[in-house]
Nanobody, 122 residues
Framework: QVQLVESGGGLVQPGGSLRLSCAASGSIFSINAMGWYRQAPGKQRELVARITSRSSTNYADSVKGRFTISRDNAKNTVYLQMNSLQPEDTAVYYC????????????????WGQGTQVTVSS
């Protein structure tokens, strides 16, 4: 099992910035990925950004150039720096930790944080 503790959500004006953090603990495999998903009211949960244990990253098209994901492997912590926030970024943001079972990256176990609200409004 992996436990996740998120922090950093809140209310911000359009054009503002927020940084989300998520600390993982427990049974962490050497091959893993940490990421952020979000879910807005009435919409499906979507991937925002992910970073692997080898620091490979991928982003949703809607956040490229505005959001940056990073991780501190010593602390098992992932960060999401969100700049130029817009009202459409309003959602509950969920931290995700993925333990890959082997180097084929075809089998994994997912763990989720409790979610943190991000509201972008004037």
């Amino acid at each position: 099992q992996v436990q996740l503790v998120e922090s950093g959500g809140g209310l911000v004006q359009p054009g503002g910035s927020l940084r989300l953090s998520c600390a993982a603990s427990g049974s962490i495999f050497s091959i893993n990925a940490m990421g952020w998903y979000r879910q807005a009211p009435g919409k499906q949960r979507e991937l925002v950004a992910r970073i692997t244990s080898r620091s490979s990253t991928n982003y949703a098209d809607s956040v490229k150039g505005r959001f940056t994901i990073s991780r501190d492997n010593a602390k098992n912590t992932v960060y999401l720096q969100m700049n130029s926030l817009q009202p459409e970024d309003t959602a509950v943001y969920y931290c995700n930790f993925r333990n890959y079972r082997d180097y084929t990256y075809t089998r994994w176990d997912d763990y989720w944080g409790q979610g943190t609200q991000v509201t972008v409004s004037s």
